[in-house]
């Protein structure tokens, strides 16, 4: 995956909170926009350390 | 002699006592200056050594309180000069005819100063209507505020008006938390691309998990500036926030990197 779609992708999530937000007919606020960055961020360190932890585990896997 | 050593010598109790006797001596210059605006005259001399018995009040309180306050472990900066202003102001109190009544203008010395100080208003007039009333107050005062205002927006804040003018209209400046939520981001992408190497044989695993540690600190890092700017606490925020750029940015170097290797191997 290139660096682009990986920020496609990360962006994509942040424009769903953002949508989420229109929907309800309100702007979204600062807190909200972090807490949104901080869940994608937690989403992917959990992705991270669960490939981490499978190839330590069994490197013969890669 | 760095500026924590300075800090030090101007804390030991010998230059918090200088402190309070300056203190005194401060107290002692404003008196002379008041008496001397109202009309009245008093040399130093006369203040300090005719009314010797108020300069040993002063000292004496001094070092009673200088005492006092290191025993009751309150010596410090605030309570030096205060306790050393009000030790000379105190010693006034002595005698009514001592050095408070030597400070104390007559009338005559203040029908005097009266006098003179209307001589000086007609001399003052005079110059300004010499000067052919280019600057006056209410025309100096908002050539005052213009130059500040001036000065402010393009010196210090380096030409950024400038800047502000010339550069595209859409162009917005990102408020700090969006500065943050992107730097959230920049580590979310930084591990999903880690993931992705890391998978791909591109980088090992300790290396991976090395980045997995480092994107962890970068991540409580922006924590903590979120946590300052919860309290308001700007420069702290923008500080931390700058610092955790600085490491995105080394880490995003060497992925890149990696991942150029990883798309043409040889």
Same mark, same amino acid.
């Not at chain 1, 979204?28 to 991270?48: C, P, Q, V």
């Not at chain 2, 005194?24 to 018995?53: D, M």
């Not at chain 2, 600085?246 to 290797?261: G, R, V």
């Given at each position: 995956?290139?660096?682009?779609?990986?920020?496609?992708?990360?962006?994509?999530?942040?424009?769903?909170?953002?949508?989420?937000?229109?929907?309800?007919?309100?702007?979204?606020?600062?807190?909200?926009?972090?807490?949104?960055?901080?869940?994608?961020?937690?989403?992917?360190?959990?992705?991270?350390?669960?490939?981490?932890?499978?190839?330590?585990?069994?490197?013969?896997?890669? | 002699?760095?500026?924590?050593?300075?800090?030090?010598?101007?804390?030991?109790? /010998?230059?918090?006592?200088?402190?309070?006797?300056?203190?005194?001596?401060?107290?002692?210059?404003?008196?002379?200056?008041?008496?001397?605006?109202?009309?009245?005259?008093?040399? +130093?001399?006369?203040?300090?050594? *005719?009314?010797?018995?108020?300069? $040993? %009040?002063? +000292?004496? *309180?001094?070092?009673?309180?200088?005492?006092?306050?290191?025993?009751?472990?309150? +010596?410090?900066?605030?309570?030096? /000069?205060?306790?050393?202003?009000?030790?000379?102001?105190?010693?006034?109190?002595?005698?009514?005819?001592?050095?408070?009544?030597?400070?104390?203008?007559?009338?005559?010395?203040?029908?005097?100063?009266?006098?003179?100080?209307?001589?000086?208003? $007609?001399?003052?007039?005079?110059?300004? !209507?010499?000067?052919?009333?280019?600057?006056?107050?209410?025309?100096?005062?908002?050539?005052?505020?213009?130059? $500040?205002?001036?000065?402010?927006?393009?010196?210090?804040?380096?030409?950024?008006?400038?800047?502000?003018?010339?550069?595209?209209?859409?162009?917005?400046?990102?408020?700090?938390?969006?500065?943050?939520?992107?730097?959230? +981001?920049? %580590?979310?992408?930084?591990?999903?691309?880690?993931?992705?190497?890391?998978?791909?044989?591109?980088?090992?695993?300790?290396?991976?998990?090395?980045?997995?540690?480092?994107?962890? %600190? %970068?991540?409580?890092?922006?924590?903590?500036?979120?946590?300052?700017?919860?309290?308001?606490?700007?420069?702290?925020?923008?500080? !931390?926030?700058?610092? *955790?750029?600085?490491?995105?940015?080394?880490?995003?170097?060497?992925?890149?990197?990696?991942?150029?290797?990883?798309?043409?191997?040889?």
């Amino acid at each position: 995956m290139s660096n682009e779609l990986i920020a496609i992708s990360i962006m994509a999530e942040l424009a769903r909170t953002l949508l989420l937000a229109r929907q309800q007919n309100r702007d979204i606020t600062d807190e909200e926009l972090i807490a949104a960055a901080k869940g994608i961020d937690d989403k992917a360190r959990e992705a991270f350390e669960a490939t981490l932890q499978r190839l330590e585990n069994n490197p013969s896997n890669r | 002699m760095s500026a924590e050593e300075l800090k030090e010598l101007l804390s030991t109790p /010998l230059a918090l006592f200088i402190l309070m006797l300056g203190a005194s001596f401060g107290s002692a210059v404003k008196q002379i200056i008041v008496s001397r605006n109202a009309g009245g005259y008093i040399s +130093l001399r006369e203040y300090f050594f *005719t009314h010797w018995p108020e300069t $040993v %009040v002063m +000292l004496g *309180t001094n070092i009673g309180a200088f005492i006092g306050l290191i025993m009751t472990d309150a +010596l410090n900066w605030a309570s030096a /000069l205060g306790v050393g202003y009000a030790a000379n102001d105190a010693a006034d109190l002595l005698t009514k005819k001592g050095r408070s009544d030597s400070i104390t203008p007559t009338i005559q010395q203040v029908e005097e100063r009266l006098e003179q100080k209307k001589e000086e208003q $007609v001399i003052r007039d005079e110059l300004n !209507k010499n000067q052919g009333g280019f600057i006056r107050p209410g025309f100096l005062m908002p050539l005052c505020c213009f130059l $500040v205002i001036v000065l402010n927006t393009f010196a210090l804040n380096g030409c950024a008006a400038f800047d502000k003018y010339l550069s595209a209209p859409d162009q917005k400046e990102q408020s700090f938390a969006e500065r943050l939520r992107d730097a959230y +981001l920049a %580590v979310a992408s930084a591990r999903r691309v880690g993931d992705i190497l890391v998978q791909a044989e591109k980088i090992s695993i300790k290396d991976g998990r090395n980045l997995q540690r480092q994107l962890n %600190v %970068v991540r409580d890092a922006l924590d903590v500036a979120d946590e300052y700017r919860k309290i308001g606490n700007v420069p702290n925020a923008e500080s !931390k926030l700058a610092a *955790t750029l600085l490491i995105l940015e080394e880490l995003e170097t060497y992925l890149k990197e990696q991942q150029k290797l990883q798309e043409n191997p040889t």
